[in-house]
């Protein structure tokens, strides 16, 4: 789970791509990029729930989820990789 305390760190890295801001509907929008891009096997085996001010993945799945959570941390703390998945990602 994300929350609006974390998303100032990366919040630039989001502005730079028009209509993004870094809610929790962006971290949405860049977990299934990052599935669709880097993790196809993720597919269909977690849920997101985002609001404004907060992003949650749930599911059954805990491996899933864990390798979702690995590849989002990695996001959060490289601003590049997070940058090449803000770019692609769709607007929720």
Request: charged letters at 20%; aromatic letters at 10%; a negative charge.
């Amino acid at each position: 789970m994300l929350t609006d305390q974390h998303f100032g760190k990366v919040a630039a890295v989001f502005e730079q791509v028009e209509g993004f801001e870094g809610s929790g509907y962006d971290w949405a929008s860049v977990a299934h990029a990052v599935v669709g891009r880097d993790a196809q096997h993720l597919e269909g085996r977690f849920g997101t729930d985002p609001e404004a001010g907060m992003f949650v993945a749930y599911g059954g799945d805990h491996e899933a989820l864990g390798e979702l959570g690995v590849l989002l941390a990695k996001a959060y703390s490289d601003a590049e990789y997070l940058g090449g998945l803000v770019a692609i990602s769709e607007l929720d």
